[in-house]
């Protein structure tokens, strides 16, 4: 395109800044929506100030229906992960012993987040860190070193390309000092967990599951 000339663009400021203040302009010459020829914006051919309005119109109602298809594509998801967070919170409250528990933790978690693989990965201080804030993101945006860490503790599939790690306060509910385990989530699926989730979100299913395996620890020191 070649460049406007200074004095040109300094005519069309003061023609667009006087159709601002003269609203009734088209009014009274309203055949000029149809004389008024512009380039259309994706094909190589002209049309009317009102088919290019039209244009506009159509570009933003397919936005707007895309926004609102993905507003309740999500909304409905976020239902159902509600649910299945209740059905899981339950199960876990029911366990009564360390393998039920583990197993409602792990088992739950997977129907949950609908992902391949759930893990307890034994307590280490080096985790310290994603407890407050959780490792999560895509496989290949994750730094080397936390995969790295994780490594040391379970074997990571290549088929996983999105995971979160979840730092568990463990010993934070009963009084006591602990190094936090972590809870690994993975997915085959590269848009399951994302760098924006919410750490909220992840950080209240940490606080519930450390707090169930404190509650089977402090039971089980009870009992010897």
Known sequence: MSAIDPKQIEQEELVAEWLRATPGFFERYANLFNEIRIK????????????????VLRTQNQELNRRLSEMLHF????DKTQQSLVAWL???MKANNKADIE???TTGLAEVFEVESAQLLSPNSAFGPWVDTPLCGSAKELAAASVDLLATQTTISSEWQSMV???LPLGRSIGVSQSPAVLLLASNDETRFTADMGAFYLRQIAE???AAL???QAYE????
């Open 75 to 78: 909304g409905s998801r976020n």
């Open 214 to 216: 404190d509650r089977i």
């Open 90 to 92: 339950l199960r876990l």
């Open 221 to 224: 020191a009870k009992a010897d």
């Open 208 to 210: 519930l599951t450390a």
């Open 40 to 55: 259309h914006p994706h094909e190589d051919r002209t049309i009317s100030l009102q088919e290019r309005q039209m244009t």
């Open 103 to 105: 197993g409602a933790i």
């Open 165 to 167: 790690a979840i730092g």
